[in-house]
């Protein structure tokens, strides 16, 4: 399984913004409380991926399902 771009993009945000203090509190809770939902591809090899849930609702919503 694999990470969509924008939960890499999400993560590195979340490091550079939270990491770094002394035992990572904030780090920890915001990484605990990001939420994923596994979607698999309908194009090429539809391998399952990690998407944020907050964009797959989004995107669910514009396209009226």
């Not at 993009?9 to 780090?27: A, I, T, V, W």
């Not at 990001?34 to 539809?46: C, H, I, N, S």
Request: proline share 2%; net charge negative; glycine share 6%.
């Amino acid at each position: 399984m694999r990470m969509h771009v924008t939960v890499v993009d999400k993560l590195m945000y979340l490091f550079q913004n939270y990491g770094g203090h002394e035992r990572d509190l904030k780090l920890r809770r915001m990484l605990e409380e990001l939420d994923l939902t596994p979607y698999e591809r309908q194009t090429g090899m539809q391998e399952l991926i990690l998407v944020l849930t907050e964009d797959y609702m989004k995107q669910l919503a514009s396209t009226g399902r």
